[in-house]
């Protein structure tokens, strides 16, 4: 059973900073793909950025040149550093990780971490 344990979230000013971290229970990330997704309150669960086991990586739209997604193999950690964030992006952010796709329908999920910008 892979568990994915995310933190980092937090509450803060409109242009600041964050730096989420999702650390995976495996052997090794390099086996899954990554992802972050998020979910602001009555929306969809939308795509964040992923990592693929490829190494190649994917920013939504939204997010990008303002988020960057990273991995630290060594330490089965990915991490999302977000700046220049918007009250736009407040949402829970989650990890998400899956073999074969990056979807809403990942296998495996963390607990989600809350992340708050005032304007």
């Known amino acids: 059973q892979v568990q994915l344990l995310e933190s980092g979230g937090g509450l803060l000013h409109a242009g600041g900073s964050l730096r989420l971290s999702c650390a995976a229970s495996v052997r090794t990330i390099r086996s899954y793909h990554m992802a972050w997704f998020r979910q602001a309150p009555g929306k969809d669960r939308e795509l964040v950025a992923s990592?693929?086991?490829?190494?190649?990586?994917y920013d939504a739209d939204s997010v990008k040149g303002r988020f960057t997604i990273s991995s630290d193999n060594a330490k089965n950690t990915v991490y999302l550093q977000m700046n220049s964030l918007k009250p736009e992006d407040t949402a829970v952010y989650y990890c998400?990780?899956?073999?074969?796709?990056?979807?809403?329908?990942?296998?495996?999920w963390g607990q989600g971490t809350q992340v708050t910008i005032s304007s």
């Open positions: 990592s693929w086991s490829s190494g190649s990586t």
């Open positions: 998400a990780a899956d073999p074969r796709v990056v979807s809403v329908k990942c296998d495996y």
